[in-house]
């Protein structure tokens, strides 16, 4: 089992900036490949960036550029540095852990954190 915890949401203005942190327990963390996705209200899951556990990233396009993804795996952490916010960021957002290596779907995650809410005002 794998347990996540995210912490950092919170209320920005346009263009500001927030970080997200979700701290992992109860397996080898270098081992899992994490994500984080977010869900605005009314609208499906979706996946925001990915850093598999051989390091490589990943990011939806709407991001690329604006938000950064790293991990530390002597914290057991995952980080969201998202920068040049818009109102249409706002949604929950969700730290999430594969034990294979995941395409970017949902269902391809085992563990999920309970979500941290962002709100991007305009």
């Known amino acids: 089992q794998v347990q996540l915890v995210e912490s950092g949401g919170g209320l920005a203005s346009a263009g500001g900036s927030l970080k997200l942190s979700c701290v992992a327990s109860g397996r080898i963390f270098s081992d899992l490949h994490m994500g984080w996705f977010r869900q605005a209200p009314g609208k499906e899951r979706e996946f925001v960036a990915g850093?598999?556990?051989?390091?490589?990233?990943y990011y939806q396009n709407s991001v690329r550029y604006r938000f950064t993804i790293s991990k530390d795996n002597t914290k057991n952490a995952l980080y969201l540095q998202m920068n040049s916010l818009r109102p249409e960021d706002t949604a929950v957002y969700y730290c999430a852990a594969a034990v294979r290596i995941p395409t970017k779907g949902v269902n391809d995650f085992d563990y999920w954190g309970q979500g941290t809410q962002v709100t991007v005002s305009g």
């Open positions: 850093i598999w556990s051989g390091g490589y990233t």
